[in-house]
């Protein structure tokens, strides 16, 4: 599965502003049908790929190495969560006191934080996690998220029902 954001490592856009990203790679079109190919199954094999592109499975090979060295995408596995034992997932809308980048990055290198952006609006930073269940949950808020400097308030959004989630959003 080709992973938008959420994956175990950063974006490698992560902590950078709009302003400070490096011009966007212009991608070709057989480039661009190779990352539509795997955000439809990120198992598809080098050959299946190059048949479906015209390219021979070395060529798709090197092609994916370019784009994942590069940034552009990740290959990742996406699990259910409930699946593997984590039946409380939400998200957190944090208004913070300071440096929100700060912040962010306290955020980021707590375990149970699979999502963290900067925002505008009602909050500065949403966070989403995933736990056990909710005792879990409040622990997470009062002893850790709670506790990190500059967090003034939180607002917690429960997940009840997840009716989408995908990345295949294609290249444009």
Do not use: H
């Amino acid at each position: 599965m080709i992973s938008a954001g959420k994956a175990a490592t950063p974006a490698p856009s992560a902590g950078k502003s709009v302003a400070d990203r490096a011009k966007p790679l212009q991608l070709d079109a057989v480039s661009k049908a190779i990352i539509e190919q795997l955000q439809e199954d990120g198992r598809r094999s080098y050959a299946e790929i190059g048949k479906a592109v015209g390219l021979s499975e070395a060529a798709v090979r090197q092609r994916v190495q370019k784009l994942t060295e590069s940034g552009v995408m990740q290959v990742v596995a996406v699990t259910d969560p409930m699946q593997l034992g984590f039946y409380r997932q939400a998200m957190i809308g944090i208004r913070v006191s300071g440096d929100t980048t700060i912040v962010a990055e306290a955020l980021g290198a707590l375990t149970a934080v699979d999502y963290v952006v900067l925002t505008a609006g009602s909050f500065d930073i949403m966070a989403e996690v995933v736990c056990e269940n909710d005792d879990d949950l409040i622990d997470l808020l009062n002893k850790q998220i709670r506790a990190i400097d500059g967090v003034q308030s939180t607002e917690t959004f429960v997940y009840l029902k997840l009716f989408k989630q995908f990345y295949n959003w294609g290249t444009r």
